[in-house]
Every structure is written in structure tokens, then in C-alpha cells.
């Protein structure tokens, strides 16, 4: 598949290209779907690392679409993955309610590096929403012992069902409708964060929500709350 101006610009920056192959499909909920797929050799290429995304191309209207997704259960001996799509308006969101065994995608892999801090942060504190229940999930099982909180934001009824990793003992969550374009989140946030915070240098904070709320609250938690670069990651994941 050509990819136009996006895929030669990839190129020139070195992506690695596979393909993937539906292999099943199921709805986690009425606003979120799995897709299953086998990963044409990527993972045993790569490796895989918590948050782990790929630049997935979607077919709409006779052109490709390229859009970033995180991986579900990568599995690099068995070459498997999965992909959960928070259903919306949008290509990916098309793409994945129709997609059935053997439909094929291109995808290309760049731009996801990750690792959490060494030594294990004390506590980590974990701000997203539908899109970023995946990566949120994957860092919940790389880091099962330290204790996190979680801030998910919810945009449908269903969203409250949105299966997540935790474990009740370590893990506290926190699920708030989104209200004027985030603002409900980073008020609770902003109101929560500091006196649960602890040690800044030992506190992990992630964040991934659409991208001004991104904004607000990694400016918040670097600056008003000075808890250090490297322990922030902050990441828009989409544009409302
Ligand atoms: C690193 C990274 C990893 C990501 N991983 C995932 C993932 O695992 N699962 C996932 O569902 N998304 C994930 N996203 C977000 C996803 O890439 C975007 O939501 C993307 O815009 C979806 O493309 P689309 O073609 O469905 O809609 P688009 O064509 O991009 O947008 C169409 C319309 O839908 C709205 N829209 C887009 N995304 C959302 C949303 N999440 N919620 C509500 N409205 C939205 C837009 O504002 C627009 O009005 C990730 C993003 C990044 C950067």
C-alpha cells in the first residue's frame, strides 16, 4: 500500500513497516472494541515494551489514514497482539467496528520507546481516559507491586466498564466524566495530586489524555508540584 507523503516521510526517518492480520474481534464494551491480530513478524523485530503503540494505516475513502495504537498482550514468541479502539466519529474507529478475520493492515513502528525509572518509582499516578486505558493497563501489569493511582476519564456510561488491571489491594481508581473539555479532570487532579504525592523524585506521574488537558496537567505537575522530567511522562493522545 503507498502511504503518501506521510509514509515517505516515516521512511526517510527509518520506520519499520509490517503487516497484521485480523485474526478475531470482540466488543470490551458498547464504546470499545478488541481487535486480535498476528503481527507479520514485528514483535520478534522489535520486542515490546509497556505503552508499546504503533503508526497503524487505515483504509478510508480510497486513501490511507495514519493513526498511533497501543498493544494489548503483546505475545513476540507466539508473533500476537491486540488492539483496543475506543469507538468514536474517525478511519481507525470505522476500520476497527468492521474488521473481521483475515482483513490485513500496514503498520510502522517508531517513536514508542519506554521505560519506567530504576530504581521502582514509590507510587505512580496514572491520568487518562478511553484511548489511554490500554497503555494505563500495561503499566499497572509491568509494575504490579507499586502502588498507583489512577485517574480515568469517561466520556460514555460504558466507559465505566472499561476493564481495568488493578489490583485492589495497591491500586486506587478514580473514574470522572469528562466535563468541559477535560477541565472536570484536571480540577480533580489538580485538587487530589498533592497530598498524595509524596517524594517528587520517588513519584511516577503519566499522563496521556487529549492533548490541551495533557498539557495542563504535565505543566502543573512539573511546575507547581516540581516533581522532576524524569519522572513525567506526559503524551496527548487525541484531538477533540
Ligand atoms: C501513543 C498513542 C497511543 C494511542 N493508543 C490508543 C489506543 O490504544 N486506543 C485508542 O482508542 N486510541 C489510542 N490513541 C488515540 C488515537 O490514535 C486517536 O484517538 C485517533 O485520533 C483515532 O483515530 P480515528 O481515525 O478513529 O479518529 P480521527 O479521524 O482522528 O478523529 C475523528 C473525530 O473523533 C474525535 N476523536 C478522536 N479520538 C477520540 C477519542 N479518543 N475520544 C473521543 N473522540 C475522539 C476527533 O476529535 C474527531 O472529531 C493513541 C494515541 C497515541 C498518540
Known amino acids: 500500500m503507498g502511504h503518501g507523503w506521510e509514509g515517505v516521510v516515516l521512511k526517510l526517518m527509518r520506520g519499520k513497516d509490517f503487516v497484521f492480520t485480523v485474526t478475531g474481534a470482540q466488543d470490551v464494551t458498547a464504546h470499545c472494541r478488541r481487535v486480535h491480530f498476528t503481527d507479520g513478524g514485528m514483535l520478534a523485530a522489535t520486542g515490546a515494551h509497556p505503552t508499546m503503540w504503533v503508526r497503524v494505516w487505515f483504509p478510508d475513502a480510497g486513501r490511507p489514514h495514519q493513526r498511533a495504537y497501543t498493544l494489548v498482550d503483546p505475545d513476540p514468541a507466539a508473533g500476537t497482539f491486540a488492539l483496543e479502539f475506543a469507538l468514536h466519529e474517525g478511519p481507525a474507529s470505522r476500520w476497527a467496528s468492521a474488521a473481521k478475520p483475515g482483513d490485513t493492515v500496514a503498520a510502522t513502528v517508531q517513536g514508542s520507546a519506554f521505560a519506567l525509572p530504576e530504581p521502582a518509582p514509590g507510587r505512580m499516578f496514572l491520568i487518562g481516559d478511553r484511548a489511554s486505558a490500554p497503555a494505563i493497563n500495561s503499566l499497572l501489569t509491568a509494575a504490579p507491586e507499586v502502588p498507583a493511582t489512577v485517574w480515568l476519564e469517561t466520556q460514555h456510561d ?83
Open 158 to 240: 460504558s466507559d465505566r466498564q472499561l476493564p481495568l488491571r488493578i489490583r485492589p489491594a495497591r491500586h486506587q481508581v478514580h473514574r470522572l466524566p469528562r466535563q468541559d473539555g477535560g477541565a472536570h479532570l484536571a480540577a480533580r487532579v489538580r485538587a487530589d495530586l498533592p497530598a498524595l504525592l509524596g517524594d517528587p523524585a520517588t513519584a511516577y506521574v503519566w499522563i496521556a489524555c487529549d492533548t490541551a488537558t495533557t498539557r495542563t496537567l504535565a505543566q502543573f505537575v512539573r511546575r507547581d508540584l516540581a516533581v522532576p522530567r524524569s519522572q513525567v511522562h506526559a503524551q496527548g493522545y487525541w484531538r477533540p
